[in-house]
């Protein structure tokens, strides 16, 4: 009587294979770099004072307002208080969480430009449990011209968050995509810079006019500003282009660059149309997994 068996794995398409992938984790810099260790982070017995990051970047469609949104979603899932504070007059912050800026009555610019108006009465709940909104709309573009004005305006928006730095261990501002004088506030309230990167040639070519304008405001008015991280965005790995502009990145900027890479997905704007984190609209996704991994490494950084 004889027996049959399931024949096992080609030991030589095996050793194929092995080196296929090799080669392409070798010619995929965002692959092959060595990432430090991650560490849970640890739960806080309690809250605040806060650490504001400043998501900026002077070119739009980088993934930052994603990344605001994700990151402060993700955090949160570690036990940490957020506030998300949306300085774009456009308003693509409150929109990416289910909120409609034109039925705003109180935003961002009242609180700025309205002494009487406390942030208790322009803040708002998310979806997400632990983490508050400071909604935005067209409005605030007239304050970029109504600070010109105003004594110590670089400090405006720093002088509103103090009552509420306390009450949160992160706040996040989702800046405009510009360096004006809203950037240069956002900067000026901020311990560090987070900045979004698109792996894209143009993308790179506005970064030295970025990090200028942040050692100009370290220097005249927050000493104790730094780059928090260089965060790479739309990533695709695929493209040689993509590879040649992360690997200048690295050259470039060293340690400062994140290990966390957020790769291009369909899934990005869907959770805009749901008007939630795609930590809860696609938990298990490769973007959910990525902004865990950030909110890990920022963690560690702070």
């Known amino acids: 009587m004889t027996t049959s068996s399931t024949p096992g794995p080609d030991p ?8 296929a992938a090799a080669d392409a984790k070798s010619a ?9 260790p991650l560490v849970a982070p640890q739960p806080v017995e ?26 402060g979603a993700a955090l949160t899932e570690f036990g940490r208080r957020v506030l998300l504070v949306d300085f774009d007059p456009q308003g693509a912050l409150s929109v990416g969480l289910g909120v409609q800026p034109h039925q705003l009555e109180l935003t961002t610019y009242n609180l700025l430009m309205e002494r009487a108006v406390g942030v208790d009465e322009v803040l708002l709940k998310t979806g997400v449990p632990g983490m508050d ?25 720093a002088r509103a968050l103090a009552p509420v730095v306390e009450d949160y261990d992160y706040v996040l ?7 004006g004088l809203l950037t240069v506030n956002a900067l000026t309230a901020a311990h560090g810079v987070i900045i979004p990167l698109e792996c894209e040639f143009f993308s790179l070519r506005g970064v030295a006019l970025l990090i200028d304008t942040i050692d100009k405001v370290q220097q005249r008015l927050n000493p104790e500003l730094r780059l928090e991280g260089i965060l790479a965005t739309m990533y695709d790995g695929r493209t040689l282009h993509g590879r040649e502009v992360f690997s200048r990145v690295l050259e470039a900027f060293g340690d400062k660059v994140f290990d966390t890479v957020i790769n291009r997905t369909v899934r990005f704007p869907e959770t805009t149309v749901a008007g939630e984190p795609i930590t809860t609209w696609a938990p298990n996704s490769g973007g959910a997994i990525a902004y865990r991994e950030l909110a890990m490494e920022v963690l560690s950084r702070s």
Do not use: M, W
């Not at 030589?12 to 080196?19: E, F, G």
């Not at 995929?28 to 430090?36: H, L």
């Not at 501002?173 to 360096?179: A, E, F, G, N, V």
């Open 173 to 179: 501002i989702d800046c405009q995509p510009s360096l």
């Open 28 to 36: 995929d810099p965002a692959r092959a770099r060595e990432r430090r």
């Open 133 to 157: 909104l400071l909604p935005s709309n067209i409005d605030l573009s007239a304050a970029e011209v109504q600070l010109v004005n105003e004594v110590a305006r670089e400090q405006t928006l």
């Open 46 to 71: 309690r809250h605040g004072p806060a650490r504001v990051l400043a998501l900026c970047n002077q070119k739009g469609g980088v993934g930052k307002t994603t990344s605001t949104i994700n990151l």
């Open 12 to 19: 030589a398409a095996t050793a194929v294979d092995d080196a």
